[in-house]
């Protein structure tokens, strides 16, 4: 007899979980609660669809149990999704290890996932929300009460709200007993005390962050770094975020080091500004670092470092260099706040994965209830990262799920 496999969430994890699972011979239906599934997906990769990257870096997932998600990708690596979504008929592309599908267009995903859902047969219900889960798998929604062989729950996180994640899979989850570690922003953008960010708004460089928590370093990346109107931005700040909100949500001190001249040495800058005081005496010292950095860090810099406007390049003193060239390899910043949930692309915290069996993805407390996608406490950096992760982890939730009752 086919199991009835009921999933909740028509995200990127439970649209492969209710593919993998129908594949196995499964009923499957899948409840979402907005008026169409895979919006978010829609939104990836700034509507292009990074969906996996064949580079597996150290520390590219994330959570209180890293463990956890190195074992649901040894078990469903990323050969194998690339395998399942030129299954769908997806050609796909690798840009420098970043795999998009070759259209450029997220919608390729989204709908080639669609009409494998109608071709499977799949029920897909919208606008219907569920209001609990009990320990025997009947669900009671907007839509009536309905019982399941078999529940994933892949009901996504808090980020990105307008696109449905709201959290109210948590609820469901720890209705069900599971332990839920306090949902926080992730890859997100950081707020910064320091005034003189308005006068930086707008300015792009490449820069290396390194965070700081209670004075000792937490993480660092590189890339292009942007500057708000009230702190930092770019994919390099959005890889370090997650740790920045932790700390921050505990009471600690966050601060940042941004080193302005990443591929320059501290010894080299210095002896870098010694040269032009020598050679560009003449010019008026707001123009010292003219062809060095952009002209609205430079300002800044030189304020910092008390070089005044009126001051010609020549009279700057060996005490100023060295302080200058402290502060462009190490201007130190005080990260106060992140962006909120609704500029967030992800959450660290979730469901903790302790509590869930990384061969299956069943939990430890709720026999046959699975877990996939953004509602673990799993979250990975930038790069199709957790893309990766919600289509490993639906496809195994997916297919422990689908199997035949035992």
């Known amino acids: 007899m086919k199991p009835k496999v009921i999933i909740v969430g028509g995200g990127a994890s439970g649209l492969a979980a209710g593919i993998q699972a129908a594949r196995l011979g499964a009923s499957v239906t899948i409840l979402e609660h907005t008026a169409r599934p895979g919006k978010k997906l829609l939104s990836t990769g700034n509507g292009k669809c990074n969906l996996t990257n064949l580079a597996s870096p150290p520390g590219a997932y994330r959570g209180e149990n890293p463990d956890f998600a190195k074992t649901v990708l040894e078990k469903v690596p990323v050969s194998e999704v690339l395998d399942f979504f030129k299954g769908l008929g997806v050609v796909l592309t690798d840009r420098n290890g970043y795999v998009y599908p070759n259209t450029g267009q997220a919608s390729s995903i989204a709908d080639a996932l669609m009409f494998e859902l109608d071709h499977l047969g799949i029920t897909l219900i919208c606008d219907c929300r569920v209001r609990g889960i009990k320990k025997d798998l009947t669900l009671m929604t907007s839509k009536g009460n309905m019982k399941g062989d078999a529940v994933i729950l892949a009901a996504g996180s808090m980020a990105a ?127 010292f670092l003219n062809g060095v950095l952009n002209q609205k860090l430079a300002r800044i810099l030189l304020n910092e470092t008390g070089i005044t406007k009126t001051a010609k390049t020549g009279e700057i003193k060996p005490a100023q260099i060295k302080k200058l060239t402290a502060a462009i390899k190490g201007l130190k910043t005080a990260v106060i706040a992140a962006n909120s949930f609704d500029q967030a692309q992800i959450c660290s915290g979730g469901v903790d994965t302790r509590e869930i069996d990384p061969c299956t993805m069943e939990s430890k407390l709720v026999k046959r209830l699975y877990f996939a996608g953004e509602i673990l406490d799993v979250d990975g950096i930038c790069g199709g990262y957790n893309l990766q992760w919600a289509w490993s982890s639906g496809i195994l939730a997916g297919t422990y799920a689908g199997r035949e009752k035992i």
């Open 161 to 287: 709200p307008k696109t449905g994640s709201d959290g109210s899979g948590y609820e469901l989850a720890a209705a069900l007993g599971h332990t839920i570690i306090k949902p926080l922003p992730a890859l997100v953008q950081l707020r910064c005390r320091e005034k003189w960010y308005k006068q930086a708004a707008g300015v792009r460089t490449e820069a290396l962050i390194t965070l700081k928590i209670n004075g000792k370093t937490a993480t660092e990346d590189r890339g292009e770094l942007q500057f708000t109107d009230y702190g930092i931005s770019g994919i390099p700040v959005f890889q370090v975020s997650r740790f920045a909100t932790r700390a921050l949500d505990e009471g600690q001190d966050v601060t940042a080091e941004l080193d302005l001249l990443p591929s320059i040495a501290e010894k080299a800058v210095e002896e870098l500004l010694i040269d032009r005081v020598k050679h560009f005496a003449y010019r008026p010292a707001e123009e």
